[in-house]
């Protein structure tokens, strides 16, 4: 009996205060999968608008991913270049995909968010080479209860520092 009041005095803790969980996955090794990268477009998924509210738009987190991603020297593309360079493969490029969604956990008070950052890069099939796809290669996710706006910065900020750490690990060579 002891013990199951234990337990729901943890799972009220982490209601009341909040709580985060996260985790990153490349394909088997992240040099495989990002090396070679010479450019990154960053793409962020429509906003809710309860998030907005909260002031979390797309410019924000794309200003922040940019400036992140910049001031390690990871070359940034414009959508247009980024492109481009898909459909004439000139260019060994990938988008980075941010996205930010909240349900309502439980009771109207406790919100759950969910941030997922991945990298999307354009591979062919080995059975059937003619075959083009575009493909998450990396991926990082974050997972909130009840961040306050600048915790959930911080949340976004985590996942883009596990990509920018896997990515000079995959070009440092």
């Not at 209601?15 to 040099?31: E, K, L, Q, R, T």
């Not at 070359?75 to 995909?97: E, F, G, M, P």
Request: net charge neutral; hydrophobic share 40%.
């Amino acid at each position: 009996m002891e013990r199951k009041s234990l337990s729901v005095f943890l799972v009220m803790l982490i209601f009341v205060f909040g709580f985060s969980i996260s985790g990153a996955h490349a394909m088997d090794d992240p040099a495989a999968a990002l090396s070679g990268l010479k450019g990154i477009y960053v793409n962020i998924a429509p906003i809710d608008s309860n998030l907005e509210s909260e002031g979390v738009t797309a410019n924000r987190l794309r200003n922040e991913a940019e400036g992140r991603l910049k001031k390690d020297g990871i070359n940034i593309l414009k959508k247009d270049d980024y492109d481009r360079y898909s459909r004439t493969q000139t260019y060994q490029s990938a988008r980075l995909d941010i996205s930010v969604t909240s349900e309502v956990g439980g009771s109207e008070t406790h919100r759950i968010y969910v941030v997922r950052v991945q990298i999307i890069q354009e591979a062919r099939l080995l059975r059937k080479p003619i075959i083009k796809i575009s493909a998450p290669t990396w991926e990082a996710l974050k997972i909130a209860v009840n961040p306050g706006e600048g915790s959930l910065i911080m949340q976004i900020q985590e996942a883009l520092d596990l990509f920018i750490q896997d990515f000079r690990s995959a070009n440092s060579r």
